[in-house]
């Protein structure tokens, strides 16, 4: 069983930066797409970023390229989400979701991923 816990949401100026954590504990062998979603009050959950842990290979989604960064420390266990020039559109409850991958694939993960962390806020005022 695999278990996510998120953490490093809060609240934040437009212009401002946070930096999300996500640990990842249990059993998790072979291929996985890491990625983060978020969820706005009223609108349907969207991919954000994501992580091949095999080949390495990051896709962003449009509306976060350039200001946001998904890193990964496998001594630690951690996928991070590094997010700078944030907006008030930015404001959402982040997720972590973990998906088994059997071969390498583009883009975001799945949001039938079968694994997810409990969410953390993040607010950005104007």
């Known amino acids: 069983q695999v278990q996510l816990v998120e953490s490093g949401g809060g609240s934040v100026q437009a212009g401002g930066s946070l930096r999300l954590s996500c640990e990842v504990s249990?059993?998790?062998?072979?291929?996985?797409?890491m990625g983060w979603f978020r969820q706005a009050p009223g609108k349907e959950r969207e991919g954000v970023s994501a992580v091949d842990t095999i080949n390495g290979r990051r896709d962003y989604a449009d509306s976060v390229k350039g200001r946001f960064t998904l890193s990964r420390d496998p001594a630690k266990n951690t996928v991070y989400l590094q997010m700078s020039s944030l907006k008030p559109e930015d404001t959402a409850m982040y997720y972590c979701a973990a998906e088994p991958l059997i071969g390498s694939r583009n883009g975001l993960c799945s949001p039938a991923s079968p694994y997810w962390g409990q969410g953390t806020q993040v607010t950005v005022s104007s």
């Open positions: 249990g059993n998790m062998y072979g291929r996985y797409c």
